[in-house]
T-cell receptor, first 114, second 115 residues
Framework: AQKVTQAQTEISVVEKEDVTLDCVYE???????LFWYKQPPSGELVFLIR??????QNEISGRYSWNFQKSTSSFNFTITASQVVDSAVYFC???????????FGAGTTVTVRA | EPEVTQTPSHQVTQMGQEVILRCVPI?????FYWYRQILGQKVEFLVSFYNNEISEKSEIFDDQFSVERPDGSNFTLKIRSTKLEDSAMYFC?????????????FGSGTQLSVL
């Protein structure tokens, strides 16, 4: 069974548009962590954020914001006023108790056109 | 910021050949990992390594795979006899601890092409 589902395969926007990436996860644990990683064209995986299961406060970091809702098992990511440099593949990932490895979603490719 | 370094960035090999992918984790990190990403698919865990032994491995990590920390800085992944389906991007990662909230630092990957 998929632990992390990113239903959107590709999203294409024009610069300055907002874009929201969906992430739905599945776990039986009450303690877990959620992550977002960015994979730019250069290939590396860049950590963006982690969130623990007890902290449902939304977080904003510059143009990035995250909306964590336990009731719907979702951890969505919004890029406000997108820029060409935001073009990348974005991965949502889950870390569960006793299973410290990351379970990644399939990723969403974001293309921002000038 | 310190980074995980992987070499080579691209490796082409013939089916049946042995390959060694190399990684230099961040110097004060204690836990090391290999993940792989087949083209167009999700990133998958292969193996974690701590204190000179494997701490966890996935089903993918069969007898054809091995990992080693030959010295104080390098961490290697060896594929003994490559198959076509081993073609993927291989990511090395490291972390200070192994904990739920631990941030993994990933390298930029080695693209392995098996012909």
């Amino acid at each position: 069974a998929q632990k992390v589902t990113q239903a959107q395969t590709e999203i294409s926007v024009v610069e300055k548009e907002d874009v929201t990436l969906d992430c739905v996860y599945e776990t039986r644990d009450t303690t877990y962590y959620l992550f977002w990683y960015k994979q730019p064209p250069s290939g590396e995986l860049v950590f963006l954020i982690r969130r623990n299961s007890f902290d449902e406060q939304n977080e904003i970091s510059g143009r990035y914001s995250w909306n964590f809702q336990k009731s719907t098992s979702s951890f969505n990511f919004t890029i406000t006023a997108s820029q060409v440099v935001d073009s990348a593949v974005y991965f949502c990932a889950l870390s569960e108790v006793g299973d410290y490895k990351l379970s990644f979603g399939a990723g969403t490719t974001v293309t921002v056109r000038a | 910021e310190p980074e995980v370094t992987q070499t080579p960035s691209h490796q082409v090999t013939q089916m049946g050949q042995e390959v060694i992918l190399r990684c230099v984790p961040i110097s004060n990190h204690l836990y090391f990992y290999w993940y792989r990403q087949i083209l167009g698919q999700k990133v998958e865990f292969l193996v974690s390594f701590y204190n000179n032994e494997i701490s966890e491995k996935s089903e993918i990590f069969d007898d054809q795979f091995s990992v080693e920390r030959p010295d104080g800085s390098n961490f290697t992944l060896k594929i003994r006899s490559t198959k076509l389906e081993d073609s993927a991007m291989y990511f090395c990662a490291s972390s200070v601890l192994q904990a739920l909230n631990e941030k993994l630092f990933f390298g930029s990957g080695t693209q392995l092409s098996v012909l």
